[in-house]
Nanobody, 125 residues
């Protein structure tokens, strides 16, 4: 099983940018499609972006399309989420997740042990 550790969260002003990193260890990183999700207080965990095993295909939620970019470096066992034009409603805990069979575009596609611990992003106005 793959172990995931997110980093890069923090406090940022409205309109600012932030890059989240998710470092993987354990099984071969390139055997996993990856996704980013977030969960705001009192809300369900939601899909943000996903990327295929080689990085050739990406998917985005409408809420972040054009503002967030997912990428991966299989040589570094890392998936990234570049976030720009941040809004207060982007405030949440951000999670990366892995799936070896499908590109994960829904939290239900992620097995319980395939989540990172999360990193908090706060967008202040």
């Amino acid at each position: 099983q793959v172990q995931l550790v997110e980093s890069g969260g923090g406090l940022v002003q409205v309109g600012g940018s932030l890059r989240l990193d998710c470092a993987a260890s354990g099984r071969t990183f390139s055997s996993y499609a990856m996704g980013w999700f977030r969960q705001a207080p009192g809300k369900e965990r939601e899909f943000l972006a996903a990327i295929s095993w080689s990085g050739g295909t990406t998917y985005y939620a409408d809420s972040v399309k054009g503002r967030f970019t997912i990428s991966r470096d299989n040589a570094k066992n890392t998936v990234y989420l570049q976030m720009s034009s941040l809004k207060p409603e982007d405030t949440a805990v951000y999670y990366c997740a892995a799936n070896s069979r499908v590109v994960p575009r829904n939290p239900t596609m992620i097995a319980p042990g395939s989540w990172g611990q999360g990193t908090r992003v706060t967008v202040s106005s």
